[in-house]
């Protein structure tokens, strides 16, 4: 693994390369967001912003996702992966709202994390996104960034990540380090394809180091 001092120089370089980094996923209140995360499981942003243009108009409340059955609701969101477990995890998280909290979503990380289908990173995002907290969530593209940079170890799990990066970044960053983090997995260190040959961090990456030499061997 890199030091603490490396890593965050890396970071650094991350940082400048996508200033604006934000949040993708639309929406106009925390219920909203928390929804998209929810439907943003093995899905991309792109395709929850698409079906959440026309599902937000139809339910606005816990209570609008109470009011149909959960086939409806299968219906409705069928276009995206796993719908069958993300309605039941939506009917199932609009009764605790309703039950626990006022029909509001909460803003600690322990009442979110009670929440059915709401697990630490989309507690992490919606504390950060919604809440304005520092939180700094790990998603695949936050986790296989830091683990090629060797920030990480290939074997830590998503809760060592969140850890060390932690560690290395300022709480004050956190929250917008997360989403540079992901704007550099989405856009840059694609999962299949990484842009390698320009990229800025080549010299101190073990495994872009490690593809480059693997295709010197297949010329
Ligand atoms: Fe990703 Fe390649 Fe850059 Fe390493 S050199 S961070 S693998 S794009």
Not at 44 to 69: C, G, I, Q, W
Not at 184 to 198: D, I
Request: proline share 4%; glycine share 4%.
């Amino acid at each position: 693994m890199v030091s603490n001092k490396k890593a965050l120089e890396m970071i650094d370089v991350i940082a400048d390369m996508f200033p604006d980094a934000h949040c993708e996923l639309t929406h106009d209140n925390p219920f909203e967001l928390t929804i998209a995360v929810l439907l943003s499981a093995q899905t991309t942003d792109r395709s929850v912003n698409k079906l959440t243009k026309h599902l937000f108009s139809k339910y606005k409340t816990p209570e609008d996702y109470l009011a149909v059955s959960q086939e409806e609701l299968e219906n409705d969101i069928k276009q995206i992966g796993l719908y069958r477990n993300k309605a039941k995890n939506i009917m199932k998280l609009c009764r605790s709202l309703l039950d626990k909290f006022d029909g509001q979503v909460p803003s600690t990380h322990k009442e979110l994390e009670s929440l059915a289908g709401v697990g630490r990173k989309t507690a992490n995002v919606v504390m950060s996104v919604a809440f304005n907290e520092p939180s700094l969530a790990v998603d695949t593209h936050v986790e296989r960034v830091s683990k090629r940079l060797g920030i990480c170890r290939w074997k830590d799990n998503v809760g060592q990540v969140e850890d060390k990066l932690k560690k290395v970044v300022p709480k004050e960053r956190w929250s917008k380090t997360h989403h540079q983090l992901i704007f550099f997995g989405r856009y840059h260190c694609l999962a299949r394809s990484p842009k390698c040959e320009v990229c800025p961090l080549f010299d101190d990456c073990r495994e872009g180091q490690k593809r480059y030499r693997a295709q010197l061997k297949e010329a």
